[in-house]
């Protein structure tokens, strides 16, 4: 009886993946006005540039690259939610639609989380090993998030 009971909940498991693999969400990226951007609108070194990309831009910007786990429901649901959340606090690529006092609150924002090690999320890091900052990176774009921000008028 026992195994019979097993055997059904199982299968109806299995149904049920291949079922929610039809409910998928959009990954469309929106699109982007390149005058619009952080790297067009800010003085953005090289070494810093690469930081952000390596690190942030996937979802902090409409450049999101979906990898190969965006396609499997339910990591593609969480996938998504984060994306949307972390453009929503931050989108590199509507910087330029941002007031002053948001501009300099975000910068101070990004070095808080950064040393904090809030950010990059530690759920992100378990497969974008490549995103992990060294301290070097850190202290890279703290000083660089100071000095924008100092440029920025109240």
């Not at 429901?73 to 998504?80: C, D, E, G, N, T």
Request: charged share 30%; hydrophobic share 35%; net charge neutral.
């Amino acid at each position: 009886m026992l195994k019979k009971i097993l055997k059904i909940v199982a299968l109806v498991l299995l149904i049920g993946f291949v079922v929610i693999q039809f409910i998928r969400p959009d990954f469309t990226n929106p699109p982007v006005n390149a005058a619009d951007t952080l790297e067009n609108s800010t003085q953005l070194p090289e070494n810093v540039k690469q930081i952000l990309h390596r690190s942030c831009a996937d979802c902090h910007s409409n450049e999101t690259k979906y990898p190969w786990y965006s396609k499997v429901q339910p990591s593609a649901w969480f996938l998504k939610d984060h994306i949307d959340e972390g453009r929503h606090e931050l989108n590199f690529s509507v910087w330029n639609t941002y007031e002053p006092r948001r501009k300099k609150r975000k910068l101070d924002e990004i070095c808080e989380q950064i040393e904090a090690r809030e950010m990059p999320l530690p759920s992100y890091l378990w497969i974008h090993g490549d995103a992990k900052m060294s301290d070097e990176d850190i202290k890279t774009l703290c000083d660089w998030t100071k000095a924008e921000s100092a440029k920025i008028m109240p």
